[in-house]
C-alpha cells in the first residue's frame, strides 16, 4: 500500500426530513447566501423550505449557476459575497451548485485574480482561507457534498481546483429530496459514481485490500440498485443508497494509498467543453475505449474487477476482460446511456479538436503511469466513436 494521509472534515447529515437541522448547522448571527442554479429547488419547494429552517437570519439568494458552471457567472457570486459581507455560503442543488459555490468561496478571500484558483498558479499561502460553506444535495452523483474540489468551465475547457478550506462543514443528504430528478439525472449519477470508484480501482495492484473489497462494494452495490432507481424515482431505499455510494466513491476513502488513473474525466472534461454532452455520458463514452487500448497495463485489475464484481472467473483471461468490459457497456446502455460518441452527433473528424484541446490544457501525461499521451487519448476517442 502506498503512503497516505486522510482528513475528511464533512458532517453528513443523512435521511429524510433533515431539514431543520441547518439551525443547528449554521451560526446564529451568520448573514446567508443561498446558491442554486436554474432554478428546479424553487419548482420543487426546496429553497422555500431551507428559508423557513434558515429562520430569523440575514439570508440572500445568488441563482442562476448553470449546469458545468462559468468563471463568469461565478465572478458575480463573488461581487455579491464582498458587497453584503456573506459570511456562510450553502448551496442548494447538485455538483455544479456545490462545486461552484467552493470556487465562490474561496475566490471571495484571494487576493489575486482568481483565474490563478484554476490555472494551478495560486499559491498555497494565497489561498489560505475561504468562506465556510455547506451543502443540501439534491442530485447524487459527483461526491462534492464531502469532498475539496471543484471543476468550473472558462474559455473552451473544464479546469479543476482543490483547497482544503472549501470541503463543506456538513452536507444534508435527503434521497426524498432527489425523487424529483428526470430518469436521466439518475443514470448519469449512477454512471458518474461508477467510474469514480473505477478511476480509483481499475489502475494497478497495489495491496490496498481495504479499498478494493469497498471499491468493489460500491461498484456491485451500483449495479443492484443502479435501473432499480432509474425506472423508480420514489423507491426511497435505493436512492438512499446511490446517495451515499456516489458520495463515498469520492470522498478520499477508496483512493488513499492506492494508485489512481482519471484518464477518463481528463478527456471527459473535453468533450463536455466542446460539445455540451453531459458529463457523466462523457465518462460511460470513453471508460470502455480507456480499458480496450489499455488492457495490457491494466490487465490484473482488469480480470480481478471481472471476477469480483461481474463474477467472470472462468474461461481464458482475453475473453473474461472482453466480457467484463462489454458488461460495463451494456450496464451503462441499459440505464439510457449512450456509450459512443457517435451516438452524440460527434463526427471522427472532430477528435482532433478534441486531442488539440488536451494538448493546450496540458493533458499529455494522464492514467496512472502518466502513459497516456495525446496519441494515446487519440487512439481511445477513435475506439470510443
Ligand atoms: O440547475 P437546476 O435547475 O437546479 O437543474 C439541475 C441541472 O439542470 C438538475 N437538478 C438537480 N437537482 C435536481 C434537478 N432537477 C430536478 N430535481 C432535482 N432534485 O440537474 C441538472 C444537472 O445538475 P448538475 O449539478 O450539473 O449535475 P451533476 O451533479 O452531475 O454535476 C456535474 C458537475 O460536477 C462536476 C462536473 O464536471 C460537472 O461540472 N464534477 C465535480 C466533481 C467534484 N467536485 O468532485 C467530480 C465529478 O467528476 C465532476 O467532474
Ligand atoms: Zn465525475
Redesign the pocket.
Known amino acids: 500500500m502506498l503512503n497516505f494521509e486522510f482528513h475528511n472534515p464533512t458532517r453528513i447529515v443523512f435521511g429524510k426530513d433533515r431539514f431543520r437541522e441547518l439551525n443547528r448547522l449554521i451560526p446564529a448571527d451568520a448573514t446567508v447566501l443561498l446558491c442554486?442554479?436554474?432554478?428546479?429547488?424553487k419548482r420543487?419547494g426546496t429553497l422555500d423550505k431551507v428559508r423557513q429552517a434558515l429562520g430569523e437570519r440575514n439570508v440572500l439568494e445568488f441563482g442562476g449557476?448553470?449546469?458545468?458552471?462559468r468563471y463568469a457567472t461565478l465572478m458575480r457570486a463573488v461581487e455579491v459575497v464582498r458587497r453584503e459581507q456573506i459570511d456562510f455560503l450553502l448551496a442548494v442543488?447538485?455538483?455544479?451548485?456545490?462545486?461552484g459555490t467552493k470556487f465562490i468561496a474561496l475566490a471571495a478571500e484571494y487576493a489575486g485574480n482568481p483565474e490563478d484558483i484554476l490555472f494551478g498558479k495560486a499559491k498555497p499561502a494565497q489561498l489560505a482561507s475561504a468562506v465556510p460553506l455547506g451543502t443540501v444535495v439534491?442530485?447524487p452523483?459527483?461526491?462534492?457534498e464531502m469532498?475539496s474540489?471543484?471543476?468550473i468551465s472558462h474559455g473552451d475547457g473544464?479546469f479543476v481546483f482543490f483547497s482544503p478550506h472549501v470541503f463543506p462543514r456538513f452536507s444534508i443528504l435527503d434521497p426524498t429530496?432527489?425523487f424529483?430528478?428526470?430518469p436521466t439525472?439518475v443514470a448519469?449519477?449512477v454512471v458518474?459514481a461508477f467510474i469514480?470508484t473505477v478511476e480509483q480501482y481499475v489502475t494497478l495492484p497495489a495491496e490496498g485490500r481495504f479499498q478494493d473489497r469497498t471499491a468493489e462494494g460500491i461498484l456491485r452495490t451500483l449495479i443492484e440498485i443502479g435501473p432499480v432507481t432509474v425506472a423508480d424515482p420514489k423507491d426511497y431505499d435505493a436512492r438512499a443508497n446511490l446517495m451515499w455510494c456516489a458520495t463515498n466513491a469520492?470522498n478520499g476513502l477508496i483512493g488513499a494509498g492506492v494508485p489512481q488513473d482519471w484518464t477518463t474525466?481528463m478527456i471527459g472534461?473535453e468533450l463536455?467543453a466542446l460539445f455540451g454532452i453531459?458529463?457523466?455520458k462523457t465518462l460511460a463514452i470513453v471508460q470502455p475505449a480507456v480499458w480496450t487500448v489499455r488492457r495490457e497495463q491494466k490487465r490484473a485489475k482488469l480480470l480481478q474487477y471481472a471476477e469480483r464484481v461481474w463474477d467472470l472467473g472462468a474461461g481464458d483471461e482475453d475473453s473474461r476482460v472482453d466480457t467484463a468490459i462489454a458488461r460495463t457497456r451494456a450496464f451503462f446502455e441499459s440505464l439510457g446511456v449512450a456509450t459512443r460518441l457517435s451516438a452524440y452527433g460527434v463526427s471522427r473528424e472532430q477528435i482532433d479538436t478534441v486531442v488539440r484541446n488536451l494538448e493546450a490544457h496540458g493533458m499529455v501525461a494522464l492514467g496512472e503511469k502518466r502513459e497516456v499521451t495525446p496519441e494515446v487519448s487519440r487512439r481511445i476517442l477513435e475506439e470510443a466513436w
Request: hydrophobic share 30%; net charge negative.
Open positions: 442554486y442554479g436554474g432554478g428546479s429547488v420543487f449557476i448553470e449546469a458545468n458552471p442543488g447538485g455538483g455544479s451548485v456545490m462545486d439534491t442530485l452523483a459527483t461526491g462534492s469532498n474540489g471543484g471543476v473544464k429530496l432527489t424529483t430528478l428526470p439525472q448519469n449519477g458518474d469514480h469520492l474525466h472534461h463536455t453531459d458529463h457523466a
